[in-house]
Nanobody
Framework: QVQLVESGGGLVQAGDSLRLSCAAS????????MGWFRQTPGKEREFVAL???????TYYADSVRGRFTISRDNANTMYLQLNSLKPEDTAVYYC????????????????WGQGTQVTVSS
């Protein structure tokens, strides 16, 4: 069993930065591939970024590549650094554990956090 808790969201202006955290419980975190998704009302959850268990492999959605950075430490925490934020980045951001299949689909993840709201004003 894995429990995930996101934090770090907030209200910022366009061009600002935020750092999201995902704290995980459970001994399996260190061996888990983890991802970030985001969702706006009425839309499907959208893949944002993925990081391998060692932190060496990362993948990003085209919409965030070059602005967002995914990372993880050895203390059961994963991060998402959001730079040069745009109003279209406004969403609830979720972290999740990857279980297999295409990493771009939410169905490929089994454990999810409750989400943290990011709102970017223009």
């Amino acid at each position: 069993q894995v429990q995930l808790v996101e934090s770090g969201g907030g209200l910022v202006q366009a061009g600002d930065s935020l750092r999201l955290s995902c704290a995980a419980s459970g001994r399996s975190f260190s061996a888990a591939v983890m991802g970030w998704f985001r969702q706006t009302p009425g839309k499907e959850r959208e893949f944002v970024a993925l990081i391998g268990w060692s932190g060496d492999s990362t993948y990003y959605a085209d919409s965030v590549r070059g602005r967002f950075t995914i990372s993880r430490d050895n203390a059961n925490t994963m991060y998402l650094q959001l730079n040069s934020l745009k109003p279209e980045d406004t969403a609830v951001y979720y972290c999740a554990r990857y279980r297999g299949g295409s990493y771009k689909y939410s169905s490929s993840y089994d454990f999810w956090g409750q989400g943290t709201q990011v709102t970017v004003s223009s």
